[in-house]
């Protein structure tokens, strides 16, 4: 069915909104580009037209479409939703504001692309939606963003560094943001950290409650948890555990090839493009994977799990989630705020992502008893600011993937980046907008151990 627009930014006024819309209009009805026809959405006209304003200059504004649209009004998204091809939602947190958006997006069969980092609501989105989007040919795909494209590509590239007949056992993740200046994080981010310690028993409820999924087969043992801070001497990080949705996020990916070998649920082998996925996918091996915050000081270190104490404490009972939504930059020492950071915190802010892989030279050395991983393979993938430069530029690739190579990808269902994108170039479209993916070293650890 024809449509009106290509895309959709519904939210396009919010912090986070405004640079989804300043990166989408560099790619706005270039000779080149899948993106030809773009609105913008949400509550408040006047609103949209300062964010096109400020998203555009020093240009004047382009004469893109303003659509009044309200989360809170179902007939506002269903006649949206009917008008575009894709829709990219900015609107969070998501556990609050989101399912509306995915509904209508559902029941007009069109795309639907987010930045959540909310392992709750993307797990509860393919619950009650994945067969009636695959039924509508809606392709509904949340964290394209920061959360969780760096980590499932970085995985991927990661494991696909291992050779014939080497095994790979974990991938441990260490994030580490850095900036000339102080980086101070997204209301909307600490919002949904939260919410989500508040809501934590739903998410182990909805799990109980769904169907037994695949236990994923891992050559070799279980890696040790190891120390609450971990000293990384290699990567020159301090680093502790980080309760983020990127892992949840790349076990669901995993899961969903093994109960689907061919890496593309709902669409028939025989198409022109299943050769294509079964060739990427054969390099995708499982492996336990995990995620930490790293910092180059310790004191960072303590920081971030005073951080996450308050956030643990208060978050459980209403009147510490009161506190800590009406005063974040207090409850979270400084490293939130409601305002957000500055365009120049912005600008001076960049990350790195580590991918430290350990396994085995052979299947025979993961096979015995007692097995020690005698392999480290570490991969690294950087980029700028990641909540409002990073973030923008992959949810805009991936919409860009999604209108340039449709028929390549799924026909519909509630699905992972990983799935979606992992067979595509999304990697290398990331590389030439300000990423990079590096391949660094790779160890015999029983040479480092004698």
Not at 224 to 246: F, M, R, Y
Not at 248 to 264: D, H, I, K, Y
Not at 410 to 433: C, E, K, S, W
Request: glycine share 10%; net charge positive; charged share 20%.
């Amino acid at each position: 069915m024809a449509r009106k627009y290509d895309v959709v930014i519904l939210g396009a006024s919010g912090f986070t909104g405004k640079y989804v819309l300043r990166e989408a209009l560099k790619f706005l009805a270039s000779s080149s580009s899948p993106l030809q026809t773009l609105a913008i959405a949400g509550r408040s006209a006047a609103r949209l037209t300062a964010a096109l304003a400020w998203s555009a200059r020093p240009d004047p504004p382009p004469p893109i479409p303003i659509i009044t649209a309200d989360v809170a009004d179902p007939d506002s998204l269903s006649a949206l939703c009917v008008q575009t091809r894709l829709v990219l939602n900015c609107v969070g947190p998501f556990r609050l504001h989101g399912e509306p958006v995915v509904r209508a997006c559902v029941r007009a069969g069109c795309d639907y692309l987010d930045i959540c980092g909310e392992p709750e609501f993307m797990e509860r989105m393919e619950a009650r939606y994945g067969e009636e989007a695959a039924a509508e040919g809606s392709l509904v795909v949340s964290a394209c963003g920061f959360d969780s494209v760096p980590a499932e590509l970085g995985f991927m590239f990661n494991v696909r560094q291992w050779g014939s007949g080497e095994v790979v056992n974990s991938v441990e993740a260490y994030v580490s943001l850095e900036s000339e200046k102080r980086v101070v994080g997204n209301f909307g981010t600490f919002e949904s950290a939260v919410l989500g310690v508040a809501n934590a028993d739903k998410l182990q409820e909805l799990r109980r409650s769904q169907p037994r999924r695949p236990r994923l087969v891992i050559p070799g043992p279980k890696p040790p948890k190891g120390p609450v801070i971990e000293h990384q001497k290699k990567l020159g990080l301090w680093a502790v555990k980080l309760p983020s949705a990127d892992a949840t996020v790349v076990r669901r990916t995993l899961v969903t090839l093994a109960e689907n070998p061919g890496g593309l649920p709902g669409a028939s082998e025989s198409d022109e493009y299943a050769e294509k996925r079964k060739g990427f996918w054969s390099t995708v091996k499982p492996a336990y994977f995990g995620v930490k915050m790293g910092t180059k000081s310790l004191l960072g270190i303590l920081r971030f799990i005073a951080v996450g104490i308050s956030i643990g404490l208060l978050g459980s009972f209403s009147l510490g989630r009161w506190l800590l939504l009406n005063f974040p930059s207090t409850f979270s020492f400084g490293m939130f705020r409601k305002q957000g950071p500055t365009e120049d915190e912005v600008s001076s802010a960049s990350f790195k992502m580590w991918f430290v892989g350990r396994g085995f030279s052979s299947g025979d050395a993961a096979s015995q008893t007692n097995a020690k991983p005698d392999l480290e393979i570490v991969t690294r993938v950087m980029g700028p600011e990641v909540g409002y430069i990073t973030t923008p530029i992959i949810l805009l690739q991936c919409a860009l993937v999604l209108l340039s190579q449709r028929e390549e990808l799924p026909r519909g269902g509630v699905l992972t980046p990983g799935i979606v994108f992992g067979p595509t170039d999304l990697q290398q479209r990331l590389q030439a907008n300000g990423m990079s993916f590096d391949f660094v070293s790779r160890t015999n650890l029983n040479e480092r151990r004698t």
